[in-house]
């Protein structure tokens, strides 16, 4: 039941231009940038801002520094993606986020932050990003802009105006069980993509909640069958980012035979039963010295395990980092707006296709990615803020959240189990990596009768103290936004009778000119539906037309 809410009340209530949800680097760049136009901002995080997250926890990512003044390094750096981007992406969009990122980069200087330095001191390192010290440093920047920090305060629906536009959000602060609600101008969603609780680094707090707000609003999807993104890891590691093996790590069967990774890997897990990895392909000392000091949290794992992994071998696991790490996600335009008016979106929550297509990001773009959309999205919210006045206290209001928001007595089906019947259905190798048609159907079907079962009276419970309401509540709707996205994966993914990037047929292994430059938009749920859009380059367009 939608509550006006005027009846609502709530321990903490702001008002705000613009309200940004999730606070990784992309939602840190959208309130920079909203702050920048002059807006007042309000950020929500489901954990605290500077430490959550995959960037946030991690050691250090690459990301694109690409200088502005060397048109051969641009070039060379738009043109190799875009093969592996399968025609589904716009060149334009390329030089657009490096541009971008690299003037972020630039900034952070500006602003004090200490970047690493070449051994002998003499220039920055801006390529390599220690994430938890960058956050860090953007906290603090944040806080410098005058923007509003809601730490460990996860937004559980959005605010609907009588227009239909996006106007705020409400949630709860999972440390102390208070309510909250902010009445925003516009919306930005950056809560990141879902890696459906495989277990890699930051993928706790990614459970598709942006996904499930947005579609409350009638936002919809695209590129959802780019999703198939699995990495190596170490056994019983969250560590799928291999850097610190690169070209120096060789994987075997687990009958001792040489094999490579990717399609050939998933292979010999599904058919010797394991692999393993070396990194036998170094015997210098210095090498292996420098690994260990840039890698530590990989070798940590390796010293806790008495392993040397330059000399013995140590079973891996292909490890699902799905939306985390892959291209498709809420669909948006030049502007990072949504169909919704009011509602944009950056980061790993939108479709990457712009500029990987149906391919992999790979760290170094997807970080500029987040980097750039986040930023772009911020300053279209804060605009569109100004464009449409500043009523955001005062216009009528209602909730948007359907699925999970309610309070119940008892329930029959819980959290847990709604989640796991999900990830029975998207973490394994023979199902959502090498996927098929009868595989997808019948997940599918699990997907549609649970959804049709159970969450129509699927609600949250009160429990005995404040905090634990506050994250059941927050289980309750995470439950619900991780099986709509693995309905419109698998929605998406079975329309797409081919093999193309991220997207594996074992029934249709070649790809097909029917999907050629063909983008598949998802939405809905209550019915879930799909449909063939031909791609367009608009930004290379819009640019081409400028210049005439």
């Known amino acids: 039941m939608i509550i006006q809410s005027k009846t609502e009340q709530f321990d903490v209530e702001e008002t705000a231009d613009v309200l940004v949800i999730g606070g990784g680097p992309a939602g840190a760049w959208a309130a920079l940038a909203a702050a920048d136009e002059g807006a007042s901002v309000v950020i929500a995080e489901k954990g605290y801002v500077g430490t959550s997250g995959p960037f946030g926890v991690g050691a250090s990512t690459g990301i694109y520094y690409i200088m502005p003044d060397d048109q051969e390094q641009r070039d060379t750096i738009v043109d190799a993606r875009q093969p592996i981007a399968y025609g589904l992406s716009d060149p334009a969009w390329g030089y657009r986020v490096f541009d971008q990122s690299y003037a972020n980069l630039d900034a952070i200087a500006k602003w004090g932050y200490e970047w690493p330095r070449t051994p002998d001191g003499s220039k920055e390192h801006r390529g390599s990003l220690r994430g938890p010290t960058i956050m860090a440093f953007l906290r603090s920047i944040l806080v410098k802009h005058a923007v509003t920090i809601l730490d460990h305060s996860p937004a559980l629906e959005l605010l609907r105006s009588d227009e239909g536009a996006a106007a705020g959000a409400r949630g709860v602060n999972k440390q102390t069980g208070e309510t909250w609600q902010v009445r925003a101008g516009a919306v930005v969603i950056t809560t990141g993509g879902t890696a459906f609780l495989s277990g890699i680094l930051g993928d706790k707090t990614h459970t598709g909640d942006g996904y499930l707000m947005a579609a409350e609003l009638g936002a919809e999807f695209s590129g959802m069958e780019f999703t198939g993104q699995f990495h190596a890891a170490p056994a019983e590691t969250y560590l799928t980012r291999g850097a610190y093996r690169s070209g120096v790590g060789t994987y075997y069967d687990n009958n001792g035979n040489k094999t490579k990774e990717g399609r050939n890997m998933v292979n010999a897990v599904l058919e010797t039963g394991g692999a393993w990895d070396q990194l036998d392909r170094t015997d210098d000392p210095l090498t292996q010295d420098l690994i260990r000091r840039s890698h530590p949290i990989a070798f940590q794992y390796f010293e806790r395990k008495g392993i040397d992994p330059f000399k013995e071998r140590y079973p891996i696991s292909f490890v699902l980092e799905g939306t985390m790490r892959a291209g498709g996600g809420i669909a948006i335009d030049d502007d990072l707006a949504t169909t919704v008016p009011g509602l944009f979106a950056g980061g790993d929550c939108t479709s990457r296709e712009k500029l990987t297509g149906g391919g992999p990001p790979g760290g170094g773009p997807a970080s500029a990615w987040a980097f750039a959309t986040g930023f772009f999205a911020g300053q279209s919210a804060a605009r569109f803020t100004s464009n449409h006045g500043r009523q955001a206290a005062t216009r009528k209001v209602t909730a948007a959240g359907r699925f999970g928001v309610q309070q119940q007595a008892k329930r029959d089906v819980s959290a847990e189990d709604i989640i796991e019947i999900v990830r029975d259905e998207m973490l394994p190798l023979d199902k959502n990596y090498w996927r098929s048609g009868p595989g997808m159907t019948a997940s599918l079907a699990r997907f549609e009768s649970t959804w049709r079962d159970a969450i129509p009276g699927f609600g949250w419970v009160a429990q005995a103290t404040a905090k634990a309401t506050a994250r059941d509540r927050l289980r309750t709707r995470e439950a619900a936004a991780l099986l709509a996205a693995g309905r419109w994966i698998y929605a998406s993914a079975l329309e797409r009778t081919e093999s193309r990037g ?39 367009d819009r640019l081409a037309l400028q210049a005439v």
Do not use: C, M, Y
């Open 502 to 540: 991220l997207h594996r047929r074992a029934d249709f292994p070649d790809s097909s000119r029917a999907f050629e430059g063909q983008h598949l938009i998802s939405g809905g749920l209550d019915n879930v539906w799909v449909r063939k859009v031909p791609h367009v380059n608009t930004l290379s």
